[in-house]
Every structure is written in structure tokens, then in C-alpha cells.
């Protein structure tokens, strides 16, 4: 009952005008955002932070804001598969097997609804699920020591790469280069500069944001510019929309099924979005396939979309409640707290209890909001759509630069970001992982903090790390999450595109 | 070819013998030695670092294409203009540097010149409207200021 009352004052937060105000305009940012293809939802979200951060908006706003962009995005991915065949972001994949043939078949605006209340529904179960798990969650982790949280950290490098990771080496390979970055600056405990070379403006470290906006933003310019993908794509004409009742009926179960999966996909460490889609797809193709599936069959568009609305939600899960960011987006939202000086974890639901109802209460109400926006306006989104990216990216980066600029008025930042750029471009070149280095960045300083701690405590002995049952437990799981996918991997992989393929030919 | 790996695994190598070894140099922090100096998580992650470098010598993977010199001559002139930006957002102004800066993006994008310069000149103008009167963050107005 003790969560109910919480969840109450939450919304008494939620549904004050300004709150509902940057609800509505995440919504309309995060759908845009993640609608345009190459401007997933981590990029949207990254570029908005330092804007976020120079109005001095209160946390509690900022919070709100930026969720719904990172729901409106999720959202917003599945219009670039309906109408493109081109998943907006890599969890909309799934959407584009059934989605795309729908609207070949002159269904475009039925798929499109079907997948918005999708969406709602895979959002609002796993919200549910969010305020269930997560106050049990926090409160189990008090439990934890230093030692329980740097195997807890190690466990988040270890599964980031998921299961679907091509190169387990590669993923390690860049946690150490993000948290190699971290270390950069005085030391916190000691006052010792390191890496600093004398330099003033490193003695602060690295700011994250400017590394964040730089590898995501500048990187993807560089990538489309390479491409000469700048006049963008031939979309399907969308028709009028003809939905009955009967209709919505028949996808609902699967869309409940699809929220169940992937808000689990979501909250265990290394599935995320993406595997959460694919769980609901397949398993719903088992259960109600008569034949149509892959050629437009609407409980095809409904699972993975719930689903990976679903474990979009999901994912908020472990990063509220330890601080463990599961996917990109999430790392990019974690970035946020730590900017505003919010430290999540456990101690985040007793500390700042008004702020994390907050947002949990703003996520139903930005949901709502989506579902209501995205079935009328639709045909707003997909004009924007029509923009080729010659015109937009530009301005994208434009606005991005801005951003950054804002937050310190120095030209040096801005070197920094396209420098982060040119690096992101290499990186992906040779297929180095972003996130994780991202993810090294933020949870750097708190990593060496346990770290420190522990042995502190141990009086130097490094046994310290393995001597609880919950410590070992953490850490078997994260050499699983590093050894597994070498063996999973590939055929997971094999799957999806198997299913994929076997679109293409039919 | 799996070439770019090597090369990579190479640098990364360097990078974490170099960092491994300055790290050892750090000054013994004041108040004397402890069982966790600052050099200690420095020193684990330049091994890990080190270990996946010589993974990826040993085992590349195949070799993403890159683009041919032209695109990345391109490439780097683009980055230089956005460098060039950033130096000139306060001599000269925020709103003819992003213009000029925009414009030069999106024609090299593939737009006519006569849409990329609409393209820079508007979005530069609305930009710096947003920002200064609604959003109220100032941006330098340069040569524009008298």
C-alpha cells in the first residue's frame, strides 16, 4: 500500500501543468526523434541533455522531459518501419516484417494504429511492472557493499555487449577505453592529477556530455555524409484509416504478451529492446500463426512493438534502482542524473522519493499522451518524415553544437565534440561499441569509489571482492554474460536474420 | 583483409602500455601510501585494455570497407568546418557562422547551393530567435552587434 501512496504523490507532481507540459513536448520531440531514421533515440536524447541542462530546468522537469522523449522515440521507430522498411531504431526491426507488408497492402494507417496502441500497451504494462519491481529491487540492494557493487558494475560491462554481441573482446575493449577516459582529472580521494599533463581544463576530467553528443551525433553526420544517403527514401502512401473495435480486439493479446516478454527482456541485464522485440515476434508467430505472418499479419506488427515498448520500460528498472544502465538510451539518461548531481541506486527511492514517483507517474501520463498524439496525428509525423536528411541532418548538428555550447560559452568544448566525432567515426569503423564507452565514462568514478572502498575496508586484501555469496553470485553471472553469447551469439544472430531474410523473398 | 583490427589492436596496445606506464609514475598521494592508490584502477584497466588489443591482433575480424581518399578528404574538410564554427562563433557571431556552416553541410549533402544556403540562412536566423528570446540563452551576435 506503501507504493500506491507514493505513486499518488507522484502524480500529484505528474499532473501540475508544467510537468504536463514537457510530457507533451518530450512526446512530440522523442516520436520525431525516433521516427527519422538515423537519429535513434540514444542520439535525440544525448542532444537534448546539455539544452535540458543550460535552461535550468528543475530535475524533476528535466527528468520528465527527457522520458518522454525516450518513450516518444520508441514510438516514434515504428513509423520509419511501417512506411520505409527502414527501422528508425535497431529494436523497430521486428516491427518492419509485418508493418511493411501491411503497407503494401494499402493497411499503412491500420498499421500504424495497431502499432500505437501497441506501443501504449506495451509502455503501460511494463510501467506497472516498473513501480512492482522496482521499490523491491532498491530495497534488496541496500543490501549491497562495495564489493557487491563492483561486481555489480563489472556485471553491466560484462552483459552489455547481450547476447547478440558479435565480439565480446571488442565490448571490453571499449568499456576499458570509456572508463580510461573517466580517469582522467584529480583523483576525488587523493587530489592526485592524472593524465591531466597540466592542463587546466582537463583537471575537471572529461565532460561526458560533450563526449556523449560528439561520439553519437557528429559520428552519425560523418556516417551520412559518407553514404550519400542525404535525399532520403521512396515512403508508402498512407490511406485512410478503417479500424473497428473487432480489430483492436484481436491484437490484444498479443500486444499483452509482448508486454510481459520484453518488460523482462528489458529489466534482465544484456537481453534490451531489441531481443525483447524479437522474443515477442517469434513466440507470438508460434502461438497464432496461421500462415500469414510476414505478409501483414497485425498481431505480427502488435507483439514486437509491446514488446519493445515493453522493455523499454524495463530497462528503466536497473538503472533507477542500481544505477546499472541495460542499453544506450538508458546510459544517456543516466548521464542526465549524474549532470544534475542525482546519484541513482538504491538510495534514490528514499532520498529522492518525490522525484522518482514523479517521473514513474509521468511516464503514464506521457504514454497516454503518446497514444493520443499518435493515432490522430500520424500524418504530421510522417509529412516530417518526407524531409530529406541533406536538410535536416545539418541542422541537427546545428542544434546539437548549440547545446554544447550553451552549457559553458567555449569553443573548446565545441573542438572537444568534433573531436569525440571523428574518434566515433573510427570507432565504428572498426567496430568498437559506443555504448560502452559511454557507459565507462559515467560509472567510472563510482566503480573506482567501490573499488576503493572495499579494499579500504579489507585492509588491502583483494579477496574481499569474492567473500559474499551475493558478490560470487554477481560475478558468475557476469563472466556467463561475457562467455555466453561467443557460443549463443552467432546463432541467435543466424535467427534474426533468417527471419528477416525469409521476408525479403516472399 | 582484415587489416584494420591489426592496425587498431596495435594503437590500443600502445595506448595501454603508455597509460599503464605513466600511471605507475603517479605521486605518492600526501598522507602517505595506501593498500588502493590512484594508480591502482588505472593499472587494471590498461591490462585489461592490453589483453583485448593483443585479442584483436591475433583474431581480426573481417575489415569494414572505408570510404576511398576522396570521401575522406571530404570528410576531413567537413569536420574543419565544423571546427572552423566553433572558432568563429564569438568573433564573429553565432548567426553567420552557423549560417555559412549549415549551408556548407547540407550543399555537401547533396543539396542545390540555392536551397542549402535558404536551408542555413533560416535555420541559423530561428535558432538564434529561439535561443535568445524564448529559450533565453544568449548566443554572440558578432559582427552583427553595434
Same mark, same amino acid.
Given at each position: 500500500?506503501?507504493?500506491?501512496?507514493?505513486?499518488?504523490? !507522484?502524480?500529484?507532481?505528474? *499532473?501540475?501543468?508544467?510537468?504536463?507540459?514537457?510530457?507533451?513536448?518530450?512526446?512530440?520531440?522523442?516520436?520525431?526523434?525516433?521516427?527519422?531514421?538515423?537519429?535513434?533515440?540514444?542520439?535525440?536524447?544525448?542532444?537534448?541533455?546539455?539544452?535540458?541542462?543550460?535552461?535550468?530546468?528543475?530535475?524533476?522537469?528535466?527528468?520528465?522531459?527527457?522520458?518522454?522523449?525516450?518513450?516518444?522515440?520508441?514510438?516514434?521507430?515504428? #513509423?520509419?518501419?511501417?512506411?520505409?522498411?527502414?527501422?528508425?531504431?535497431?529494436?523497430? @526491426? @521486428?516491427?518492419?516484417?509485418?508493418?511493411? &507488408?501491411?503497407?503494401?497492402?494499402?493497411?499503412?494507417?491500420?498499421?500504424?494504429?495497431?502499432?500505437?496502441?501497441?506501443?501504449?500497451?506495451?509502455?503501460?504494462?511494463?510501467?506497472?511492472?516498473?513501480?512492482?519491481?522496482? &521499490?523491491?529491487?532498491?530495497?534488496?540492494?541496500?543490501?549491497?557493499?562495495?564489493?557487491?557493487?563492483?561486481?555489480?558494475?563489472?556485471?553491466?560491462?560484462?552483459?552489455?555487449?547481450?547476447?547478440?554481441?558479435?565480439?565480446?573482446?571488442?565490448?571490453?575493449?571499449?568499456?576499458?577505453?570509456?572508463?580510461?577516459?573517466?580517469?582522467?582529472?584529480?583523483?576525488?580521494?587523493?587530489?592526485?592529477?592524472?593524465?591531466?599533463?597540466?592542463?587546466?581544463?582537463?583537471?575537471? !576530467?572529461?565532460?561526458?556530455? #560533450?563526449?556523449?553528443?560528439?561520439?553519437?551525433? #557528429?559520428?552519425?553526420?560523418?556516417?551520412?555524409?559518407?553514404?550519400?544517403?542525404?535525399?532520403?527514401?521512396?515512403?508508402?502512401?498512407?490511406?485512410?484509416?478503417?479500424?473497428? &473495435?473487432?480489430?483492436?480486439?484481436?491484437?490484444?493479446?498479443?500486444?499483452?504478451?509482448?508486454?510481459?516478454?520484453?518488460?523482462?527482456?528489458?529489466?534482465?541485464?544484456?537481453?534490451?529492446?531489441? *531481443?525483447?522485440?524479437?522474443?515477442?515476434?517469434?513466440?507470438?508467430?508460434?502461438?497464432?500463426?496461421?500462415?500469414?505472418?510476414?505478409?501483414?499479419?497485425?498481431?505480427?506488427?502488435?507483439?514486437?512493438?509491446?514488446?519493445?515498448?515493453?522493455?523499454?520500460?524495463?530497462?528503466?528498472?536497473?538503472?533507477?534502482?542500481?544505477?546499472?544502465?541495460?542499453?544506450?538510451?538508458?546510459?544517456?539518461?543516466?548521464?542526465?542524473?549524474?549532470?544534475?548531481?542525482?546519484?541513482?541506486?538504491?538510495?534514490?527511492?528514499?532520498?529522492?522519493?518525490?522525484?522518482?514517483?514523479?517521473?514513474?507517474?509521468?511516464?503514464?501520463?506521457?504514454?497516454?499522451?503518446?497514444?493520443?498524439?499518435?493515432?490522430?496525428?500520424?500524418?504530421?509525423?510522417?509529412?516530417?518524415?518526407?524531409? &530529406?536528411?541533406?536538410?535536416?541532418?545539418?541542422?541537427?548538428?546545428?542544434?546539437?553544437?548549440?547545446?554544447?555550447?550553451?552549457?559553458?560559452?567555449?569553443?573548446?568544448?565545441?573542438?572537444?565534440?568534433?573531436?569525440?566525432?571523428?574518434?566515433?567515426?573510427?570507432?565504428?569503423?572498426?567496430?568498437?561499441?559506443?555504448?560502452?564507452? #559511454?557507459?565507462?565514462?559515467?560509472?567510472?568514478?563510482?566503480?573506482?569509489?567501490?573499488?576503493?572502498?572495499?579494499?579500504?575496508?579489507?585492509?588491502?586484501?583483494?579477496?574481499?571482492?569474492?567473500?559474499?555469496?551475493?558478490?560470487?553470485?554477481?560475478?558468475?553471472?557476469?563472466?556467463?554474460?561475457?562467455?555466453?553469447?561467443?557460443?549463443?551469439?552467432?546463432?541467435?544472430?543466424?535467427?534474426?536474420?533468417?527471419?528477416?531474410?525469409?521476408?525479403?523473398?516472399? | 583483409?582484415?587489416?584494420?583490427? /591489426?592496425?587498431?589492436?596495435?594503437?590500443?596496445?600502445?595506448?595501454?602500455?603508455?597509460?599503464?606506464?605513466?600511471?605507475?609514475?603517479?605521486?605518492?598521494?600526501?598522507?602517505?601510501?595506501?593498500?588502493?592508490?590512484?594508480?591502482?584502477?588505472?593499472?587494471?584497466?590498461?591490462?585489461?585494455?592490453?589483453?583485448?588489443?593483443?585479442?584483436?591482433?591475433? /583474431?581480426?575480424?573481417?575489415?569494414?570497407?572505408?570510404?576511398?581518399?576522396?570521401?575522406?578528404?571530404?570528410?576531413?574538410?567537413?569536420?574543419?568546418?565544423?571546427?572552423?564554427?566553433?572558432?568563429?562563433?564569438?568573433?564573429?557571431?553565432?548567426?553567420?557562422?552557423?549560417?555559412?556552416?549549415?549551408?556548407?553541410?547540407?550543399?555537401?549533402?547533396?543539396?542545390?547551393?540555392?536551397?542549402?544556403?535558404?536551408?542555413?540562412?533560416?535555420?541559423?536566423?530561428?535558432?538564434?530567435?529561439?535561443?535568445?528570446?524564448?529559450?533565453?540563452?544568449?548566443?554572440?551576435?558578432?559582427?552583427?552587434?553595434?
Amino acid at each position: 500500500m506503501d507504493t500506491m501512496s507514493l505513486l499518488m504523490q !507522484g502524480f500529484a507532481v505528474a *499532473l501540475t501543468p508544467e510537468s504536463i507540459m514537457f510530457a507533451v513536448i518530450g512526446a512530440i520531440l522523442g516520436t520525431l526523434i525516433g521516427a527519422l531514421p538515423g537519429l535513434g533515440p540514444a542520439n535525440g536524447v544525448a542532444i537534448l541533455i546539455p539544452l535540458a541542462f543550460s535552461l535550468g530546468l528543475s530535475p524533476t522537469s528535466s527528468l520528465i522531459l527527457l522520458t518522454s522523449v525516450y518513450a516518444g522515440a520508441m514510438y516514434g521507430g515504428r #513509423i520509419s518501419s511501417i512506411l520505409l522498411n527502414i527501422p528508425g531504431d535497431e529494436p523497430a @526491426m @521486428m516491427t518492419c516484417l509485418d508493418g511493411y &507488408p501491411m503497407a503494401v497492402k494499402g493497411k499503412a494507417a491500420e498499421a500504424l494504429a495497431i502499432s500505437a496502441i501497441a506501443s501504449f500497451f506495451g509502455s503501460f504494462i511494463a510501467t506497472i511492472g516498473l513501480v512492482i519491481l522496482a &521499490p523491491i529491487l532498491a530495497k534488496f540492494a541496500l543490501k549491497f557493499g562495495p564489493s557487491e557493487y563492483f561486481a555489480l558494475f563489472a556485471l553491466a560491462f560484462a552483459t552489455l555487449g547481450g547476447i547478440t554481441g558479435k565480439n565480446q573482446f571488442k565490448t571490453l575493449m571499449a568499456a576499458a577505453i570509456g572508463l580510461m577516459i573517466a580517469t582522467v582529472g584529480i583523483d576525488i580521494s587523493t587530489g592526485v592529477q592524472r593524465f591531466t599533463y597540466n592542463t587546466l581544463e582537463l583537471f575537471e !576530467g572529461v565532460d561526458f556530455i #560533450i563526449a556523449i553528443v560528439g561520439l553519437f551525433a #557528429i559520428s552519425e553526420l560523418l556516417f551520412f555524409l559518407e553514404r550519400h544517403a542525404g535525399d532520403g527514401l521512396k515512403q508508402v502512401a498512407i490511406n485512410k484509416l478503417k479500424l473497428s &473495435p473487432k480489430d483492436i480486439i484481436k491484437v490484444l493479446p498479443a500486444s499483452f504478451r509482448g508486454a510481459v516478454l520484453g518488460f523482462v527482456a528489458g529489466v534482465l541485464p544484456g537481453a534490451g529492446a531489441s *531481443l525483447g522485440s524479437f522474443i515477442s515476434y517469434t513466440l507470438e508467430k508460434r502461438v497464432s500463426d496461421k500462415g500469414e505472418f510476414g505478409k501483414g499479419d497485425p498481431r505480427g506488427v502488435a507483439a514486437p512493438e509491446a514488446g519493445n515498448n515493453g522493455a523499454a520500460s524495463g530497462a528503466l528498472v536497473p538503472m533507477l534502482t542500481l544505477g546499472v544502465p541495460g542499453s544506450g538510451t538508458t546510459a544517456v539518461l543516466l548521464a542526465m542524473l549524474i549532470s544534475l548531481n542525482i546519484s541513482p541506486g538504491p538510495m534514490l527511492f528514499q532520498q529522492n522519493a518525490d522525484l522518482v514517483w514523479g517521473v514513474i507517474a509521468a511516464m503514464f501520463v506521457g504514454n497516454l499522451v503518446l497514444l493520443l498524439l499518435n493515432i490522430p496525428m500520424v500524418g504530421i509525423f510522417v509529412k516530417l518524415l518526407s524531409i &530529406p536528411p541533406k536538410y535536416l541532418m545539418p541542422v541537427v548538428t546545428l542544434i546539437a553544437s548549440v547545446g554544447i555550447y550553451s552549457v559553458s560559452h567555449s569553443a573548446l568544448d565545441l573542438y572537444f565534440m568534433v573531436g569525440f566525432g571523428v574518434l566515433g567515426y573510427i570507432f565504428r569503423k572498426v567496430d568498437i561499441p559506443l555504448v560502452p564507452i #559511454i557507459l565507462g565514462m559515467l560509472l567510472g568514478p563510482e566503480m573506482e569509489k567501490s573499488l576503493r572502498h572495499a579494499l579500504v575496508l579489507s585492509d588491502g586484501d583483494w579477496g574481499v571482492l569474492f567473500n559474499s555469496g551475493l558478490s560470487i553470485g554477481l560475478w558468475t553471472v557476469a563472466i556467463l554474460g561475457l562467455v555466453l553469447p561467443i557460443i549463443i551469439g552467432p546463432i541467435v544472430r543466424a535467427k534474426m536474420k533468417r527471419s528477416k531474410d525469409t521476408v525479403k523473398d516472399s | 583483409m582484415r587489416i584494420n583490427d /591489426r592496425v587498431f589492436g596495435m594503437l590500443m596496445l600502445i595506448l595501454a602500455v603508455v597509460y599503464g606506464w605513466e600511471a605507475t609514475k603517479f605521486p605518492i598521494p600526501f598522507g602517505g601510501h595506501e593498500s588502493v592508490g590512484p594508480e591502482t584502477f588505472p593499472i587494471m584497466l590498461s591490462i585489461i585494455l592490453g589483453i583485448s588489443a593483443i585479442y584483436l591482433m591475433v /583474431r581480426p575480424d573481417e575489415d569494414e570497407p572505408w570510404a576511398p581518399v576522396g570521401m575522406l578528404i571530404e570528410l576531413g574538410v567537413v569536420v574543419l568546418s565544423m571546427l572552423a564554427f566553433a572558432w568563429a562563433i564569438e568573433p564573429i557571431g553565432f548567426m553567420p557562422a552557423a549560417a555559412l556552416v549549415v549551408s556548407f553541410l547540407s550543399w555537401r549533402m547533396g543539396a542545390s547551393i540555392a536551397r542549402s544556403v535558404i536551408t542555413g540562412v533560416t535555420s541559423s536566423v530561428v535558432i538564434f530567435f529561439l535561443f535568445n528570446n524564448v529559450l533565453e540563452l544568449a548566443l554572440p551576435l558578432g559582427l552583427l552587434e553595434f
